[in-house]
């Protein structure tokens, strides 16, 4: 896993290939895999890293690449934007998307 890519492109083909396949989706509690059937609560999974993606000619472009792994060893990548535009998130899944900025 890089600390930084170039492309959100580069970075699923990158994670995907260290395991990260599942494709996450956000639900108001938490995320699901329609292609498992399943979803699973904040609670049940960890957001092990992120990346950002700037638009390059529309910063409203932006994008967030989460890393995820659940308590049932699923590893898979979620994509969104920076506002979660639509979706109505519980407040535990908001504490698990929060992007903490390092000095």
Known sequence: MENGYDTMTQAIEDLQKEGYTTDFNLVEEGIESKSLKKQW????LDVVKYYRFEGMTNPGDSSILYVIETKSNEKG???DNYSANGISISPEMLEKLKITHEK
């Open 77 to 79: 990548l979620l994509v």
């Open 41 to 44: 609560k904040a609670g049940e």
